[in-house]
């Protein structure tokens, strides 16, 4: 027998072995920017959404046995093309069956149209909260347990005029989340009676932030809300504005707020605060136990989102009997919300022979997750302020 002939042999029997070990594997895509203006947020995030995947499997109770498996693509946040790319591959080449993901708006909206509605499979994003995204066409395919930034705004504003702050000058990172949440928050702020004096967008990737900075100062206003990435362009206004004295005293929503922000800047952005979703629930106490040993922070921004949007999938899939979108997908909503018995993160197992057994379950998770049609979370927000050079809560809304 010739190399040839045994490497075509060695490969048909590796092709069957695998086909043997998959049919009882249900794949998950982990459809994340692991590269680009979030990456600092999404390493613990992942890790987040297959803690779920991981208690699932080891249970031995999903769909009478079956091993579940994480199965990562990198979105990378801001290039369409190139999450479509990665979600196309996790499809057609590697068979999964859902995707937490994807991290960032646009590319949320991408994936969706191009790909995930036209192969009708399920997306759950844990952090896409552009408010485009509640209208989107999904044939009920997409889901969220990040709150939409219709809601962002309207909490950014109640903390500014908690905190007395009257008149604020706004930059935003060019693309669908900058926009949409800079366009919610200014009209929820001036509908309250605050003053936005001057509204720039700022390009991600650039080296010079100083003429963006310059004009938003010329403008005034007592503070600067950064509505970017914290990784890119709204890390670069930061320290434009710092270096110019423009500026001192930030407003951070969401994809501004992590330690890699706080370990940058430290005290030199003391005082500054923001928003971000995030509950004082039991389940989010229970995250923060369940991630001591695993290597990173359950209460990290956007974790205990992509934990529950894992959740969500597999229960649903539970509840369908089947890990068939179209047979699962309108089981989301069923397990997410009341009647049923009350699940916490690391109570799978518990959820799971509930929903073997024909019961019901209201899975509460890490973020108190209750669904509001169509597919979106109602949402809470911690916030946090930089003390000592790091983000602490101070409140939750």
Request: negative net charge.
């Amino acid at each position: 027998m010739n190399q040839l002939n045994k490497r075509i042999i060695a490969a048909a029997a590796l092709a069957a072995i695998s086909a043997t070990a998959t049919a009882d594997e249900v794949r998950i895509g982990m459809l994340q920017g692991f590269t680009g203006p979030t990456e600092s947020l999404v390493a613990p995030m992942a890790m987040g959404g297959e803690l779920a995947i991981r208690e699932a499997s080891d249970s031995g109770l999903f769909l009478g046995g079956k091993t579940v498996v994480s199965v990562r693509g990198d979105s990378t946040c801001i290039d369409a093309a190139a999450a479509t790319a990665a979600a196309e591959r996790l499809i057609t080449s590697e068979g999964v069956a859902a995707i937490n993901g994807a991290t960032c708006s646009g590319a949320t909206t991408a994936v969706l149209n191009n790909v995930a509605v036209a192969n009708g499979v399920v997306m759950v994003s844990p952090s896409a909260t552009s408010p485009a995204l509640s209208t989107i066409e999904d044939n009920g395919l997409f889901f969220r347990t990040a709150p939409s930034d219709a809601r962002q705004g309207e909490i950014m504003t109640k903390v500014l005029n908690n905190r007395g702050v009257k008149s604020v000058a706004v930059t935003y990172t060019n693309n669908d989340y900058g926009k949409g949440l800079a366009d919610a928050f200014q009209a929820a702020y001036e509908a309250s009676g605050g003053s936005v004096t001057a509204v720039a967008a700022h390009e991600d990737g650039k080296a010079d932030y100083s003429a963006e900075v310059g004009a938003l100062a010329a403008a005034g206003g007592e503070l600067l809300v950064v509505a970017g990435y914290i990784d890119q362009g709204g890390k670069g206004m930061i320290q434009a504005s710092l270096d110019s004295g423009a500026f001192d005293l930030f407003m951070l929503p969401d994809g501004m707020v992590g330690d890699a922000l706080a370990d940058h800047f430290g005290d030199s952005i003391e005082g500054s605060f923001g928003t971000v979703p995030g509950t004082d629930s039991p389940g989010a106490a229970m995250m923060g136990e369940l991630t001591k040993d695993q290597g990173f922070n359950g209460t990290d921004p956007y974790v205990p989102e992509a934990y529950d949007a894992s959740a969500l999938i597999l229960l649903a899939m539970q509840s369908a009997g089947s890990s068939n979108s179209a047979d699962f997908k309108g089981h989301i909503e069923k397990v997410a919300n009341a009647p049923g018995e009350e699940i916490l993160p690391g109570e799978l197992a518990k959820a799971l022979k509930i929903l073997a057994d024909g019961g019901d379950v209201d899975y509460v998770g890490g973020t108190a997750v209750e669904l509001i049609g169509p597919g979106e979370a109602a949402g809470n927000y911690r916030e946090v302020e930089i003390k000592g050079g790091k983000f602490e809560t101070v409140t939750y809304h």
